[in-house]
């Protein structure tokens, strides 16, 4: 079988159960740890897929991924910090 | 060559597999934070050695390996913020609060 169909088959799925981690998470900070992980899935599947087809334009779209998903959670988590939106 | 990248990447989805389980089954934020840290840095990195050991060594996997040190520096941080915000908001630990 072929190793990069194999990680994005079982990255989506992961992915997938990081989904399920959002919807139900009990506070905010569930929802942004479940944020971060589907993240960095995304990211190892768009180099899976930019080394199996060997356009590495993707690389690019994958580092800028990485980046602003960084960004983000930092920006989310900074503004959840201190207010008790959780009772 | 071909071979050790089949190996780190079956590690590589061994450690997401299980780091989404704990996510998934894990009872309170913190320790949720743990199995989404080893998730997030070892799966991750394991994967990008294998894609980088298939890739051989050229200027694409330099950047391979750029895109892996940016995801070692920047996820303890992010857990790191996560946890300090819920301890500033006041979530309590899983295991204090049937005291």
Redesign the interface.
């Known amino acids: 079988m072929n ?1 990069f169909l ?2 994005t088959y ?2 989506s799925a ?1 992915s997938f ?2 989904l ?2 959002i919807v139900r998470g009990p ?1 905010h ?2 929802r ?3 944020l ?2 589907m993240v ?2 995304i ?2 599947i768009i ?2 897929q930019a ?1 199996q087809f060997k356009r ?1 334009v993707y ?2 779209v ?2 800028v991924y ?2 602003l998903g ?1 960004v983000s ?2 920006a989310i ?2 503004y ?7 009772k | 060559m071909i071979f050790a990248a089949y190996f780190f990447f079956g590690c590589g989805i061994f450690f997401m597999i299980f780091g989404v389980l704990g996510i998934l089954r894990f009872p309170d934020l913190y320790t949720r934070l743990h199995p989404a840290g080893k998730a997030g840095t070892a799966g991750i990195l394991s994967i990008f050695i294998g894609l980088i050991l298939y890739s051989g060594f050229s200027p694409l996997s330099l950047r391979i390996i750029l895109i892996a040190l940016f995801i070692v520096i920047t996820s303890p941080v992010a857990s790191h913020a996560i946890a300090r915000g819920a301890i500033e908001s006041g979530i309590e630990p899983w295991g204090l609060k049937k005291k």
């Open positions: 190793p194999l990680i079982v990255l992961t159960l990081c399920i981690r506070t900070f569930d942004l740890i479940g971060n992980l960095f899935n990211t190892a180099a899976a080394v590495y690389l690019d994958a580092l990485a980046i960084f959670v930092i988590s900074k959840l910090t201190g207010r008790e939106l959780h």
